[in-house]
């Protein structure tokens, strides 16, 4: 499974950024699909998950109720939709994609990793 991000960028305190995450070369049906992110001198974190079906979704308490992960295995794409972004939201964000089809929260269930996508939020 490949992965491509998309959708970062700049945007100001209390906007909004949708990003993407398109798989190629296989589907990403029954792949537990999740959005961890990476900001500069800090660990990876997690972000949101959703499972293969997406009826079950995880957030990080940080962006509960201002994110919203969803997917669309016919098109073999996952959205996050990110409203009300906070400086400290700027990261690079990382989509990922785990066998375990749950949607876990740790980034060493994940076996693929698309590359990061800049989400920069200014005061």
């Known amino acids: 499974v490949q992965l491509q991000a998309s959708g970062g960028g700049l945007v100001q305190a209390r906007g909004s950024l949708r990003l993407s995450c398109a798989a190629s070369?296989?589907?990403?049906?029954?792949?537990?699909m999740g959005w961890f992110r990476q900001a500069p001198g800090k660990e990876r974190e997690f972000v949101a998950s959703i499972s293969w079906s997406g009826g079950s979704t995880r957030y990080a308490d940080s962006v509960k109720g201002r994110f919203t992960l969803s997917r669309d295995n016919a098109k073999h794409t996952v959205s996050l939709q990110m409203n009300s972004l906070k400086p400290e939201d700027t990261a690079a964000y990382f989509c990922?994609?785990?066998?375990?089809?749950?949607?876990?929260?740790?980034?060493?269930?994940?076996?693929?990793w698309g590359q990061g996508t800049q989400v920069t939020v200014s005061s």
């Open positions: 070369r296989r589907t990403i049906s029954g792949y537990g």
């Open positions: 990922a994609a785990a066998r375990i089809s749950y949607g876990s929260r740790s980034p060493g269930s994940y076996d693929y």
